[in-house]
């Protein structure tokens, strides 16, 4: 069973750059079959996708977000990691990240959020 | 670019049946891929509970079914129980942004 599990601080300033990683175990990002994209959730709000990476590293990106983010991978650790720059409150939220088959939406695994409070 | 419309909320009484609906705006929208369904517990991640229109994941309840036709798509709960409270969300990908896409979420709420 695939597990993800993402790490980094729960609090930002604002203007500064958020950053994440989501460390997989029982499967292998390297997989062709999958893209690794990370999800957030506002409090009280529904689900936004942010993005995914690619085993390449190819990456696509929400147009609403595209020029504040960047999501890169690391095969040899077996991880990905977000980073989202200049943030404000608006950018508080759940972060989740999360496997989804290749061109579906089929988010077949979730990690367990982390929430990420930008304030000064 | 895709839009999903669902309804903010829905609501029944224990035993009931009760379906939540995933609204495209055009046939390329929801006509053109597979349908997926989340489900939310308060407090907790979001889980796959309908892949491909109408496909249960493994452990997915068999009172749960989807479907699709047309521009539009479903989310039935059949014999409703008090731990099917939670938000429920549709996706789809959008092949003209090459990305998925998110409905804004159906709060349901079990009298």
């Known amino acids: 069973q695939v597990q993800l599990q993402e790490s980094g601080p729960g609090l930002v300033k604002p203007s500064e750059t958020l950053s994440l990683t989501c460390t997989v175990s029982?499967?292998?990002?390297?997989?062709?079959?999958?893209?690794w994209s990370w999800i957030r959730q506002p409090p009280g709000r529904g689900l936004e996708w942010i993005g995914y990476?690619?085993?390449?590293?190819?990456?696509n990106y929400n147009p609403s977000l595209k020029s504040r983010v960047t999501i890169s991978i690391d095969t040899s650790k077996n991880q990905f990691s977000l980073n989202l720059r200049s943030v404000t409150a608006a950018d508080t939220a759940m972060y989740y990240c999360a496997r989804e088959g290749r061109s579906s939406s089929n988010f077949d695994n979730w990690g367990q959020g982390t929430l990420v409070t930008v304030s000064s | 670019q895709s839009v999903l419309t669902q309804p903010p909320s829905a609501s029944g009484t224990p035993g009931q049946r009760v379906t939540i609906s995933c609204s495209g705006s055009t046939y390329s929208n929801i006509g053109s891929s597979y349908v997926y369904w989340y489900q939310q517990l308060p407090g907790m991640t979001p889980k796959l509970l309908i892949y491909?229109?109408?496909q249960r994941p493994s452990g997915v309840s068999d009172r749960i079914s989807g479907s699709k036709s047309g521009t539009s798509a479903s989310l039935a709960i059949s014999g409703l129980r008090s731990e099917d409270e939670a938000d429920y969300y549709c996706?789809?990908?959008?092949?003209?942004?090459?990305?998925?896409?998110f409905g804004g979420g159906t709060k349901l709420t079990v009298l």
């Open positions: 996706a789809q990908w959008d092949d003209s942004l090459s990305s998925p896409v």
């Open positions: 990476v690619y085993f390449s590293g190819s990456a």
């Open positions: 491909n229109n109408n």
């Open positions: 029982g499967g292998s990002v390297s997989s062709g079959s999958y893209y």
